[in-house]
């Protein structure tokens, strides 16, 4: 996952990293960012424009949860499929406080990748709100999901709210102990699933102490204040939108402002400006939408933009630099990680790198045969996941080796720890014994054609291996035009793919990423009628 942020000039000094500070549960954490900025401070600026404060947030959390908890045991697994938002920060707290583990559901994987998903982390019980459902027409996907596992309402929830439940919300607001759990640390607290790009979505335990150390990790990092408001309209669902976008504000004590979709960006660059938000969570898709979609000083608020889940491109940087005048630093990181693993910073930004490791993180690279003076990348450090829960062994956590998480991802490290990423190891073709990075074939696709999307893949060839296969949304794309920049930029022939496809969209996730599953199944698909077909 790819990280952007603006420079920030200040003078404050950034806090040292402490992993003692994350051994607590995460909702005690809550409990002392509210102990620490005042129960009274205005802490999340809903979709609706709907303020709540710390006390507001703690109160309906300990209700909530203590409503929902009838009927789970302690240490179970608790769906959540909500949109960015109060709500789902108000679910992910209240299943917490009473020791079970939300797992956040990506709702736009559809009904097929919900029951699987469900299926290996044993989810039994789904919490979502019917507001949600009817907006996102999501009925036919809660038909599928009810034969396998209990629908609740949060306007349900609300309605039936006992005596018990209130009570249990004003005691535990200022006695916590009385009524909430109190797990380890290094327990699960979050169950995510991975975007299933190249294969089937794995579970991602993640303990308090991941999340936390994570925050903490960023603080040390990069440069936060008090005064900073955070936009956010990533989904919880996806790790950089829940750790950063959602829990980091929440405990160092910074307002945030959740936006229900990122799929809106006249709106959401109006409520940018609005909202005179300092910092914007986001994907270089969806950034480089907004940057089009605002005008010359729309966007003057923002101190710290930050992009994750892909590859920030060049010409998204020309974009924003000459537009709004936002010079872009960009970062690295995995689910499996919490998710940041390293970044650029306003004094040590390197251009084509992804900056240095987070304090805490160690790395190692292991040689990959075809790619020289790069190697695989090995990642280890407090924020590295408990471990993956996997379809074919439902509930268990397989913790990775000697806590060592392969990020499966092919990288250069320089002498002064600066990180260029070369590519997925599964996003390199092999063609004529040679090793080809489809990362490079989308960069010249995007270089020609900046505002159109582009995705490379590779398929059998009889001949020499593997062929590349380039799907686009420019319809005057030709491979003599591919040829021609390849070699007026020095890049080698063999990056240049065989065949064009054309396509009136490349398919993504709900992430921003692209969805190369689905690429691959359109260019199989269009391989298929080829050779049917009498031309063929």
């Known amino acids: ?52 404060s710390y006390d507001e947030i703690v109160r309906a959390s300990l209700a909530l949860g203590h ?86 309402y949060l306007e349900d929830v609300r309605e039936k709210l006992s005596l018990m439940n209130k009570l249990a919300a004003a005691v535990g607001q200022y006695a916590p102990w009385v009524v909430t759990a109190r797990p380890l640390h290094q327990t699960p607290a979050v ?18 102490t991941n999340l936390l150390a994570n925050v903490q ?45 990122p799929l809106q960006p006249h709106e959401i660059v109006r409520r940018i400006k609005a909202t005179g938000s300092t910092i914007l969570l986001s994907t270089d898709t969806f950034i480089s939408q907004y940057a089009r979609a605002g005008e010359q000083g729309d966007l003057n608020s923002l101190r710290l933009a930050v992009c994750g889940a892909e590859r920030l491109r060049d010409e998204t940087r020309q974009l924003l630099r000459k537009k709004y005048a936002i010079e872009l630093l960009e970062g690295y990181g995995v689910t499996e990680a919490a998710p940041v693993i390293a970044a650029n910073q306003p004094n040590a930004n390197r251009s084509g790198t992804v900056g240095r490791l987070v304090q805490g993180m160690t790395s190692r690279l292991e040689p990959v045969e075809g790619i020289p003076n790069a190697g695989r990348l090995f990642v280890k450090g407090p924020n590295v996941m408990l471990g993956y829960i996997k379809a074919d062994n439902p509930g268990v956590i397989v913790p990775p080796h000697d806590g060592w998480h392969d990020t ?64 686009t949304t420019q319809r005057s794309a030709t491979r003599h035009d591919l040829v021609g920049w390849a070699h007026n930029h020095g890049v080698p022939e063999i990056s240049v793919p065989r065949r064009i496809l054309f396509a009136d969209a490349v398919p993504v996730l709900g992430t921003g990423k692209t969805d190369y599953g689905k690429v691959q199944k359109m260019v ?13």
Not at 70 to 96: C, D, N, Q, R, Y
Not at 109 to 119: D, E, I, N, T, W
Not at 230 to 239: E, Y
């Open 1 to 52: 996952m790819s990280l952007a942020t603006v420079a920030a000039a200040s003078g404050e000094e950034i806090v040292p990293f402490d992993v003692t500070r994350a051994h607590k549960p995460v909702f005690s954490a809550l409990m002392e960012a509210r102990a620490t900025f005042g129960g009274n401070r205005a802490a999340i600026v809903d979709g609706d424009e709907r303020v709540l």
């Open 67 to 152: 409503a929902l908890k009838k009927g789970t045991k302690p240490g179970e697994t608790v769906g959540v499929m909500l949109p960015s938002g109060a709500a789902a920060v108000i679910a992910f707290f209240g299943i917490s406080a009473y020791g079970r583990v939300p797992a956040m559901l990506n709702f736009t994987s559809g009904a097929m990748g919900l029951k699987s998903a469900m299926r290996t982390a044993q989810i039994k019980r789904v919490v979502t709100a019917k507001r949600f459902i009817e907006l996102g027409k999501f009925e036919h996907i809660i038909a599928e999901l009810k034969a396998s596992a209990e629908i609740v």
């Open 191 to 208: 169950v995510l699933f991975t975007s299933g790009t190249e294969g089937e979505p794995k579970g991602v335990a993640l303990s308090h």
């Open 217 to 261: 990790q960023v603080r040390s990092h990069i440069e936060l204040f008090p005064t900073d408001i955070l936009f956010n309209p990533l989904p919880t669902f996806h790790c950089f939108g829940l750790t950063v976008g959602a829990l980091m504000p929440l405990f160092l004590g910074i307002k945030a402002v959740f936006h229900p979709t």
């Open 408 to 471: 499966g991802d092919v990288v250069a490290i320089d002498e002064d720890g600066f990180i260029a990423i070369k590519g997925r190891l599964k996003r390199f073709a092999k063609i004529g014994g040679e090793t080809v990075s489809l990362a490079v074939v989308e960069s010249i696709a995007s270089a020609l054609w900046p505002d159109q999307a582009h995705a490379a893949v590779a398929i059998p060839d009889g001949r020499k291996g593997e062929q590349i296969i380039l799907v």
């Open 524 to 536: 199989a698909e269009s391989a298929e009628l080829a050779a049917s077909s009498p031309a063929a």
